[in-house]
């Protein structure tokens, strides 16, 4: 499938965005709020507060010195009610800030709407924000800003949401257009990058109609229309389908003259500007066929999994639950577990929608080579790992892996490929790390 000179890669999936047009509700407070310190990619914060400490909405609970970093705010006025460590489902652990709500909401009295005047201004109020990348990659905003512009010419803003079952991205754009539009406008004016597009797939129509007539006053800002493919919301597949440029290996989509925000990290930026108060809550999805009242959410950042399963309500005890997507979250085995900046979404499933799978021999199909956005050989990839073959595993440029899951999602043999690939890019990432710290 070509756009124009531009091959796209990728595989068609059910959307099962039953969602898309539920307008976001509110959820209750929760008994408690859990804060883990690692919540961004980077250094942990460290806890700012201590055990019977009161807190207000806003207050600062967690910081750290080191640079890519993130600082954590309460969603809550409350109690603290203890400073522990949680573990997580893929094994890491960290220290956690747990609070108990006082009902009130009291704001921070120190919170203010930040001075902006020129970019490093910018950059520098969105740093004391909050706002990591909020499509799931959790990366310090701030610190994705904080680079030469000399040479960027495009800024896209990631609508594809290309996930099935969730909707909360789609939701923004219909829901608050007016901070996604002041977010990309502020950053194009501090900036000095000339234009901007807001990237969509197709199946979107509503929110594309929507966005291109609110913008059409400035001649900045477009919105780009996506085939409906995934994973089309991949940087570097967007940056490739939507430019025609490639990011060279080891490099970032800066070296090639782009910037990409996920839209509601965008409208984020534009909300802060604003109102002046820090990330503390967010719109996640909540679907799967066991849930009762599947719906979008409003829900605070810290809130537990278990109450959320409990205000949607379930039609029968979930043998799955995920958090994010179907095809790249990470299943729960702790339902205290919080959601976090980063999540977007909260999937429960039945018993009989969850399929084991029963692994055969490869048949050699070379679908999971075919379909690969990146245009990778999983299956020569999952092979050389288990020999543990780092050489090998260089020439087949592992570490581009997107761990977007379409290679095992295609593959008849039903093999953990995009398993085997996800530790493969580690294997060979540390030994890059251990080679450059030798050389």
């Known amino acids: ?82 400073v522990r460590t949680i573990h997580y489902s893929n094994g890491w652990s960290s220290e956690a800030v747990i609070i108990e709500p006082d009902g009130e909401q009291t704001m ?27 499509g799931g990659a959790g990366f310090p905003t701030w610190l994705k800003m904080d680079t030469d512009l000399s040479h960027i010419d495009t800024w896209l803003v990631n ?29 194009l004016d501090l900036s000095g990058v000339p234009r901007s597009l807001i990237c969509i797939e197709d199946n979107k129509p509503k929110a594309i109609e929507l966005l291109r007539s609110l913008a059409a006053d400035d001649g900045r800002i477009d919105v780009f ?15 490739r389908n939507v430019t025609g440029r490639s990011v060279p290996r080891g490099g970032h989509l800066t070296d090639v003259g782009a910037l990409l925000f996920n839209v509601t990290t965008m409208s984020e930026i534009g909300r802060y500007l604003r109102d002046g108060v820090p990330l503390t809550k967010r719109r996640i999805t909540v679907m799967g066929d066991a849930i009762q009242k599947p ?10 999994i278990r109450e ?5 309500g379930l039609v029968c005890d979930p043998a799955k639950v995920v958090i994010g997507g179907p095809m790249m979250g990470v299943t729960q085995v702790e339902l205290d577990s919080p ?5 977007s979404g909260l999937l429960a499933f039945s018993k009989s929608n969850v399929h084991t799978p029963h692994t055969t021999a490869c048949i050699r199909c070379d679908k999971c080579i075919d379909s690969c956005p990146i245009h990778l050989a999983p299956v020569d990839i999952q092979k050389a790992y288990l020999r ?9 440029m592992a570490d581009l892996c997107v761990e977007c899951g379409t290679c095992s999602y295609v593959c008849p043999a039903q093999q953990p490929l995009a398993q085997s690939t996800r530790l493969a890019r580690a294997m060979l990432r540390a030994e890059q790390r251990k080679a450059k710290r030798r050389g």
């Open 225 to 239: 229309v996506l085939p409906a493919r995934y994973p089309q919301g991949a940087s570097r597949v967007i940056l």
């Open 1 to 82: 499938m070509r756009r124009g000179s531009v091959e796209l890669r990728g595989i068609h999936i059910a959307h099962n965005k039953m969602t898309a047009e539920m307008q976001t509700t509110q959820m209750p407070l929760p008994e408690q709020i859990i804060l883990p310190m690692q919540q961004h990619v980077g250094a942990a914060c460290k806890p700012q507060v201590r055990r019977k400490a009161h807190v207000d909405v806003g207050t600062l609970v967690g910081h750290a010195d080191a640079r890519m970093t993130c600082d954590i705010f309460s969603p809550v006025s409350g109690t603290v009610k203890q």
């Open 108 to 134: 921070d009295a120190s919170l203010h709407r930040p001075e902006v005047n020129d970019y490093a201004s910018l950059v520098e109020a969105v740093r004391h924000s909050g706002i990591v990348g909020l």
């Open 159 to 187: 609508g594809a949401e290309c996930e099935p079952y969730l909707s909360s991205d789609y939701r923004e754009m219909i829901e608050r257009p007016d901070t996604l539009l002041e977010g990309i406008k502020a950053c």
């Open 339 to 343: 959601i976090v900046r980063a999540n």
């Open 308 to 312: 959320i399963l409990e205000h949607c």
């Open 295 to 304: 719906q979008n959410l409003e829900v605070l950042i810290g809130t537990p």
């Open 388 to 396: 543990r073959d780092v050489a090998e595993l260089d020439e087949l």
